[in-house]
C-alpha cells in the first residue's frame, strides 16, 4: 500500500464547475497535510494546508480533513483554465517541535478545466 | 523576502563527472528537504537537514549521493559519478519552525 495515494486521475471538468481532489493516507500518526499545485514544468507551489478534521476555505479553495477516514480532498470552485495543473497532496508525521519529519507526496493527479 | 533559491536552474554533466546542487533556504528558515523528479512522476524524498544535520536520509541511496547544511552557506546536494539515470529535476524546499514547506525553483540535471 502506497503511502499517500490521489485519485488516478486524470480530471476534466469544465470552466466553473467545482474540481473534486482525493487522497488517502495510511500514516494514522500523520499530523499535517498539504496540497501542493504544480504546473508543467515548474516547481511546487503551496496552496493549502490544513491541521483539524473538518473544512478550510481560502477563496476558491476548500481543503476537507477526517483522519478517523484518513482521508483528505481538496474542492476548486468557479474551475478557470488556470487552475490546470498536477495537484499534489502530501502528508507530514509531526506537527510540533522543532523537527517536522519529512513531506510524503502522493503521485498527482492531473487537472484539466476547459473553456 | 526572498523564496528558496536553487542554482543552478540547469546542469549538464556527462556520465561520471560530479553534480553540486546548491540551496539556499528563505530567511529565518533552518529545515531543508531534497527531492527528485522523475518525468511524469511523483516527488521522492531524498533527504531532510537542519543546520549542520542530517535528520532523516531515508531516502537518499547509499552509494555516490551526500548532502549537507553547514552553518554558513546553502545545502548541497552531491551526486558524484554521475549516471543517466540521475537525470531528473531536483527539488529543494525549506520551512520555518512551522509544517508548510516551501519549494525552490529546482534543478534540471541532464547526465548525457
Known amino acids: 500500500q502506497k503511502e499517500v495515494e490521489q485519485n488516478s486521475g486524470p480530471l476534466s471538468v469544465p470552466e466553473g464547475a467545482i474540481a473534486s481532489l482525493n487522497c488517502t493516507y495510511s500514516d494514522r500518526g500523520s499530523q499535517s497535510f498539504f496540497w501542493y499545485r504544480q504546473y508543467s514544468g515548474k516547481s511546487p507551489e503551496l496552496i493549502m494546508s490544513?491541521?483539524?478534521?473538518g473544512d478550510k476555505e481560502d477563496g476558491r479553495f476548500t481543503a476537507q480533513l477526517n483522519k478517523a477516514s484518513q482521508y483528505v480532498s481538496l474542492l476548486i470552485r468557479d474551475s478557470q483554465p488556470s487552475d490546470s495543473a498536477t495537484y499534489l497532496c502530501a502528508v507530514r508525521r509531526s506537527a510540533g517541535g522543532t523537527s517536522y519529519g519529512k513531506l510524503t507526496f502522493g503521485q498527482g493527479t492531473i487537472l484539466t478545466v476547459h473553456p | 523576502n526572498a523564496g528558496v533559491m536553487q542554482n543552478p536552474r540547469h546542469l549538464v554533466r556527462r556520465r561520471g563527472q560530479e553534480a553540486r546542487l546548491r540551496c539556499s533556504p528563505m530567511?529565518?528558515?533552518?529545515?531543508v528537504y531534497w527531492y527528485r523528479q522523475l518525468p511524469e512522476e511523483g516527488l521522492k524524498f531524498m533527504v531532510y537537514l537542519q543546520k549542520e544535520n542530517i535528520i532523516d536520509e531515508s531516502g537518499m541511496p547509499k552509494e555516490r549521493f551526500s548532502a549537507e547544511f553547514p552553518k554558513e552557506g546553502p545545502s548541497i546536494l552531491r551526486i558524484q559519478q554521475v549516471v543517466r539515470g540521475d537525470s531528473a529535476a531536483y527539488f529543494c524546499?525549506?520551512?520555518?519552525?512551522?509544517?508548510?514547506?516551501?519549494f525552490g525553483q529546482g534543478t534540471r540535471l541532464t547526465v548525457v
Open positions: 524546499a525549506s520551512s520555518p519552525d512551522l509544517p508548510e514547506a516551501f
Open positions: 530567511k529565518g528558515h533552518s529545515h
Open positions: 490544513i491541521y483539524s478534521n
